[in-house]
């Protein structure tokens, strides 16, 4: 019994003890408890978020071509997405007003294929990302565990096996992410609200600058909301790791904790660990349970304000009705981006 694991507490300490010996501070009870919990200090130094999307691109650069027909497709797809409004309005003013019942198959056979088209360079997009996806996760992966096993023993003797298992698994998962899913997202959809608001200023643009008026809502608050995020996340994943390492412990010293009878004991420190990532998980959803319905109204809102100043300029004899569902249309592309 000479070589106890980390995992087993000191059986003189008090059970109420706020501080584990691995850094977090404990959570005491459930719901109706209070407690606060601070993460773990591994001693390195903070970074910006450029500082670290700029040490890890570099695992992009081997894969560029992938890249490219990455956010290839997806701007194809989007172009070929926005036959859809065009080809509505021309159906509704030209082929049904007018009883064109002889143009109705071609018309209707060109939206089927532009739709077609739209989702066959999307099924492009989602194999060549995932090859993409999987091809860096491999490469960082390998990079990490190869630097941890020339790291010295030391450096694992204040850590737990459990959060190193995180990092290599699940955090290389999240920095993949934000660098793949981010950039393509982020560049199409830059690429979309440029070029709906093109379509839009030439289709009308005093409806143009009625469904402006949402922006400065949905840029701000997709402004506070991003510069927030990353506090609330590194929250839950804290938690999340301090919870895989106490149980990755556990499981390996569960002869000793028997041994010592301390299983209530590692049930509380459990019990501690989940509920922390409970509310860590349950903040992200509460902001974002405030974010979204936000954001849709502000889309709404801009929508219905549409409508309303269309509506006029229809009854007028101002614009056709094909052109005010078209531009109807067209505005959904506009907010979905920017929400």
Not at 64 to 92: E, H
Request: hydrophobic content about 45%.
């Amino acid at each position: 019994m000479k070589n106890i694991p980390r995992v087993i507490p000191d059986v003189k300490a008090p059970k109420d003890t706020s501080v584990e010996k691995d850094g977090i501070q404990k959570v005491k009870g459930h719901s109706g408890h209070k407690g606060k919990q601070r993460g773990r200090d591994y001693g390195v130094r903070k970074r910006s978020t450029w500082e670290i999307v700029r040490r890890v691109s570099v695992f992009l650069v081997p894969y560029r071509w992938m890249a490219v027909g990455t956010i290839g497709c997806a701007v194809i797809s989007l172009g070929f997405a926005f036959v859809y409004p065009k080809m509505t309005s021309y159906i509704i003013d030209e082929v049904i007003a007018n009883k064109r019942l002889d143009q109705l198959p071609y018309v209707m056979g060109a939206l089927i294929g532009a739709f077609l088209l739209r989702e066959l360079f999307n099924s492009l997009r989602i194999i060549i990302n995932n090859h993409f996806e999987q091809n860096v996760i491999f490469d960082m992966r390998q990079q990490v565990y190869g630097r941890l096993q020339h790291l010295p023993v030391g450096y694992f003797d204040q850590r737990a096996s459990g959060d190193l298992m995180t990092r290599v698994i699940e955090d290389v998962n999240n920095v993949e992410r934000v660098l793949i899913d981010g950039t393509e997202q982020g560049t199409v959809a830059v690429l979309s609200v440029a070029g709906v608001l093109a379509f839009l200023f030439a289709m009308n643009p005093t409806l143009t600058g009625v469904a402006l008026i949402p922006m400065p809502l949905l840029m701000g608050g997709a402004l506070i909301y991003t510069l927030t995020a990353h506090r609330r996340y590194r929250r839950q994943r804290e938690a999340a790791s301090a919870m895989n390492a106490l149980l990755m412990d556990n499981l390996q010293g569960i002869r000793q904790i028997k041994a010592f009878c301390q299983q209530s004991h590692e049930d509380r420190r459990f019990s501690d660990r989940s509920h922390a990532l409970r509310l860590g998980s349950l903040g992200i959803m509460k902001a974002w349970a405030i974010y979204s319905p936000s954001m849709a109204f502000a889309t709404s809102l801009g929508t219905g304000l549409v409508l309303w100043l269309g509506g006029r300029m229809v009854i007028q004899g101002q614009m056709t009705v094909g052109d005010l569902v078209g531009f109807v249309l067209f505005l959904g592309f506009f907010y979905e981006p920017i929400a």
